[in-house]
């Protein structure tokens, strides 16, 4: 199946990678031509404007968007908007705020041209392990791209059947036609905020192994604890087992301190609007609050527990530190 591609980021380009290697057709544009070239020495067609981009897909044509949510992504949809014919799709597959997809799908119908929002899991890591996807859209335009998202999605793989499920669906491969427009993006706000809290659970649990030595009531004891091969012992039949606990304690291998981690923990907006609509709600949300607030004290002070957050984040997400006012 062919696929456009506006966006070559860390995501993006490593789901045009993917999505080559699975056998579809890519069309691919970014500003800065470097990466277009090397997709395009991928067998990719690149291209050098928005305008060539979609004279070069054929109709319908599909143009998934991996952009930074706000004004990047906006003025990438504006643009293509006036470009596009009817019956073709925009996808989304950034982190937009969900009632933003509600006014653009709400824009574009006036057009007839599909508006779908997925919401993107995996990472940096999603072209090795496939990318876990939630999305947002018309029945129709969803089942058109079906293709696409099986060949991003990791698929069943060695994860068991959950007992008890007897009716086989996508979920199962790693992609879910949620519902409607700002559906797909609103499931994904929620599970960052998830995963905000099971960050911080992690995080202040290893800082509290670090200071071991410091317990008043052990104080003739050597808690010398190596949090390396802690994290290596719960990775293996442990209740908390989990990927992120195999991404910190690769991380804790690699730099048993952390050294090279300052501390400061970004928040990059779905921990905030989760909380926004837990209020709107009126759903106690007692961890996913903490967490948050915890992301916005790391930029005061750090401790060792938000050195692990730092470090879980740059693991599976690429995600580099930044100074307050960087």
């Given at each position: 199946m062919q696929i456009g591609i506006v966006g070559l980021g860390r995501m993006g380009f490593n789901m045009a990678e993917r999505l080559l290697a699975g056998g579809h057709s890519c069309v691919v544009y970014n500003r800065s031509p470097e990466k277009v070239q090397r997709l395009s020495q991928k067998g990719a067609k690149g291209t050098a404007s928005l305008k060539e981009f979609v004279q070069s897909l054929q109709a319908p044509r599909h143009a998934w968007i991996m952009l930074p949510a706000g004004e990047p992504t906006e003025e990438a949809i504006a643009s293509l908007a006036e470009l596009?014919?009817?019956?073709?799709?925009?996808?989304?597959?950034?982190?937009?705020?969900?009632?933003?997809?509600?006014?653009?799908?709400?824009?574009?119908?006036?057009?007839?041209?599909?508006?779908?929002d997925v919401g993107t899991s995996g990472g940096i890591w999603g072209a090795e392990r496939g990318y876990c996807l939630m999305i947002g859209g018309a029945?129709?335009?969803?089942?058109?791209l079906d293709p696409v998202f099986k060949t991003l999605a990791p698929g069943r793989g060695t994860i068991p059947r959950t007992p008890g499920r007897e009716k086989p669906g996508t979920a199962e491969e790693g992609y879910l036609?949620?519902?409607?427009?700002?559906?797909g993006h609103f499931v994904k706000m929620v599970h960052n905020g998830i995963e905000y809290g099971l960050m911080q659970?992690?995080?202040?649990?290893f800082d509290i192994l670090r200071n071991a030595n410091k317990l008043e009531s052990h104080a003739q004891s050597n808690f010398d604890l190596n949090l390396a091969e802690i994290s290596e012992l719960w990775r293996r039949g442990s209740v908390v087992s989990s990927w992120l606990l195999d991404l910190t304690a690769m991380a804790l291998i690699e730099d048993p301190a952390l050294s090279r981690y300052t501390g400061f923990v970004q928040d990059s907006g779905e921990g905030r609007w989760t909380i926004q609509a837990a209020i709107e709600e009126a759903v106690p949300?007692?961890?996913?609050?903490?967490?948050?607030?915890?992301?916005?004290?790391?930029?005061?002070?750090?401790t060792f527990s938000e050195k692990v957050l730092s470090a879980m984040r740059e693991k599976f997400g690429g995600h580099l530190e930044r100074p307050a006012g960087g």
């Open positions: 596009l014919a009817p019956g073709d799709a925009i996808i989304d597959g950034g982190n937009t705020h969900y009632t933003d997809d509600l006014r653009r799908a709400a824009s574009l119908a006036q057009k007839q041209i599909h508006y779908l029945k129709e335009a969803v089942d058109r036609h949620c519902g409607p427009a700002g559906s659970a992690y995080a202040e649990g949300a007692d961890v996913l609050s903490t967490a948050l607030f915890a992301r916005f004290r790391s930029r005061q002070e750090h």
